[in-house]
């Protein structure tokens, strides 16, 4: 049966623990996450009891010398854990149940569980990964599901608050065709970055707002050669986010990609006229393509007339750069 181990790791890489032993009870023991509050490591699992089909979700604390507190606090059940984050006070937990919702709970510093598990949202889904980050203010949950017709996968979200209230509508992040499935999230000190794996393979992203907006157009990550693709996952550097995943050549290894700047910086510019007049815009965009180019969030390059609402930077020949904001 699996256990949970653990080992503490300097910023030098060096090893500073043989194996620290986290749970190794009866029965298996999956699916790890780990956050620091700031005290004490928060480590939660999903714990499978022999012959008990209800999986108990567990959590303890591993204070910064690698000692374990305490043998693991039940705080709901389902699949499986499968993130959690810090918020300056406590921590959240998200996980899935098949065919039912994500759910959440929040946990002290004590790593016991408050108030009561709450619903994010349902789910058609029987196996459904969900990852979240916290921008200061709300979280954002993200998950794969299957659309309202249950035929392919999209990647959905919904904010939630520090207090456990679901502060969203759900957010549809990407329902092109065909399976878009295993999202991760990071957030950057200004927006989300949201990056799942496509069913060609392809390693996909988009920037969501603060209030769940759509910032960016859906953008390539990786390559577009249609290797087998997995496991995404997303962190926030100073300057760039870096995106890594497994890809299987021979057999999985770990690639990635560090080229997503945070943001665009914006240079000193002079006030521009024609074609814009107003940084605050809806409607289509209608430009001279001879003397603008058009830069969504990312810093990538974009074209055509028909754009979502979000944020995009227009720069004439000169390298004079203009902030367009589109409302709808």
């Given at each position: 049966m699996?256990?949970?181990?653990g080992?503490?790791v300097a910023p030098?890489l060096s090893?500073l623990?043989s194996l620290?032993?986290i749970?190794?009870?009866?029965g298996?023991?999956?699916d790890?996450?780990v956050v620091?509050?700031?005290e004490?490591?928060?480590v939660?699992?999903a714990?499978?009891f022999?012959?008990v089909r209800?999986i108990?979700?567990?959590?303890?604390?591993?204070?910064?010398?690698?000692?374990?507190?305490g043998n693991?606090?039940?705080?709901?059940?389902g699949?499986?854990?499968?993130?959690i984050?810090?918020?300056?006070?406590?921590?959240?937990?998200?996980?899935?149940k098949a065919h039912q919702g994500?759910f959440?709970?929040?946990?002290?510093?004590q790593?016991?569980?408050?108030?009561s598990?709450f619903?994010?949202d349902?789910?058609?889904?029987?196996?459904v990964?969900?990852?979240?980050?916290?921008?200061g203010t709300?979280?954002?949950?993200?998950?794969?599901?299957?659309?309202?017709l249950?035929?392919?996968?999209?990647?959905f979200?919904?904010?939630?608050s520090?207090?456990g209230?679901?502060?969203?509508?759900?957010i549809?992040?990407?329902c092109?065709?065909?399976?878009?499935?295993n999202?991760?999230?990071s957030?950057?000190?200004?927006?989300y970055?949201?990056a799942?794996?496509?069913?060609?393979g392809?390693?996909?992203?988009?920037f969501?707002?603060?209030?769940?907006?759509?910032?960016?157009?859906?953008?390539?990550v990786?390559?577009?050669?249609p290797y087998v693709?997995?496991n995404?996952?997303?962190?926030v550097?100073?300057?760039?986010h870096?995106?890594?995943w497994?890809e299987?050549?021979?057999?999985f290894?770990?690639y990635?990609?560090g080229d997503?700047?945070i943001k665009?910086?914006?240079?000193?510019?002079p006030?521009l006229?024609?074609?814009?007049?107003?940084?605050?815009?809806?409607g289509?965009?209608v430009?001279d393509r001879t003397?603008?180019d058009?830069f969504?969030?990312s810093?990538?390059?974009v074209s055509?007339?028909?754009?979502a609402k979000?944020?995009?930077f227009l720069r004439?020949?000169?390298?004079?750069?203009h902030?367009i904001?589109k409302?709808?």
């Open positions: 699996a256990d949970i181990f080992v503490r030098d090893v623990d620290i032993i749970c190794n009870d009866a298996g023991q999956t790890p996450s620091f509050n700031g004490n490591y928060i939660v699992w714990d499978a022999a012959g209800d108990a979700l567990k959590a303890l604390r591993v204070d910064p010398q690698g000692n374990v507190i693991g606090v039940r705080f709901g059940s699949n499986s854990v499968t993130d984050a810090f918020d300056g006070d406590r921590c959240l937990v998200i996980w899935a994500v959440g709970r929040f946990l002290n510093d790593a016991l569980p408050e108030d598990v619903r994010i349902t789910i058609i889904g029987s196996e990964l969900s990852h979240l980050a916290y921008d709300n979280y954002l949950v993200v998950w794969s599901d299957f659309d309202s249950g035929n392919e996968r999209d990647v979200g919904r904010l939630v520090p207090d209230w679901v502060v969203s509508d759900r549809a992040i990407t092109t065709t065909g399976h878009q499935v999202p991760d999230v957030f950057n000190g200004e927006n970055l949201v799942w794996v496509e069913a060609s392809v390693i996909k992203g988009r969501i707002g603060l209030a769940g907006q759509l910032v960016s157009e859906i953008f390539p990786s390559d577009t050669t693709r997995d995404v996952q997303s962190a550097g100073s300057t760039n870096l995106i890594v497994s299987w050549h021979a057999d290894d770990i990635g990609n997503l700047a665009v910086e914006e240079g000193e510019s006030e006229g024609a074609p814009w007049s107003a940084t605050i815009i809806s289509p965009f430009y003397m603008w058009v969504d969030v810093g990538r390059q055509g007339q028909v754009f979000g944020v995009y004439d020949r000169s390298g004079s750069v902030k904001v409302v709808r």
